[in-house]
Nanobody, 116 residues
Framework: QVQLVESGGGLVQPGGSLRLSCAAS????????MSWYRQAPGKERELVAT????????SYGDSVKGRFTISRENAKNTVYLQMNSLKPEDTGVYYC?????????WGQGTQVTVSS
């Protein structure tokens, strides 16, 4: 049973930082690309960042380049998202994602609110 559990969200002021974590289980974590998505109120879910199995191939959405860093720790079956220089438009629910076999799996999401 694939499970993805996010943590680390919260309320932060503009310019602040947060680190999200996603603990994965139920599949061979080290072999699969992992992604973070986010969804703002009234908007479609968008891809934030992806990291491939070896951690050497990484991609970011244009809106977060230079501010967010995705990383993974295969020994702990965990993927992280370090978010710096946060802006109010970064507000939303952040989801961890993996495609395993023919199915898409999502975590329950963690709320990030950037506000003064």
């Amino acid at each position: 049973q694939v499970q993805l559990v996010e943590s680390g969200g919260g309320l932060v002021q503009p310019g602040g930082s947060l680190r999200l974590s996603c603990a994965a289980s139920g599949f061979a974590f080290s072999r699969y690309p992992m992604s973070w998505y986010r969804q703002a109120p009234g908007k479609e879910r968008e891809l934030v960042a992806t990291i491939f199995s070896g951690g050497t191939i990484i991609s970011y959405g244009d809106s977060v380049k230079g501010r967010f860093t995705i990383s993974r720790e295969n020994a702990k079956n965990t993927v992280y998202l370090q978010m710096n220089s946060l802006k109010p438009e970064d507000t939303g629910v952040y989801y961890c994602y993996v495609r395993y076999g023919v199915r898409d799996y999502w975590g329950q999401g963690t709320q990030v609110t950037v506000s003064s």
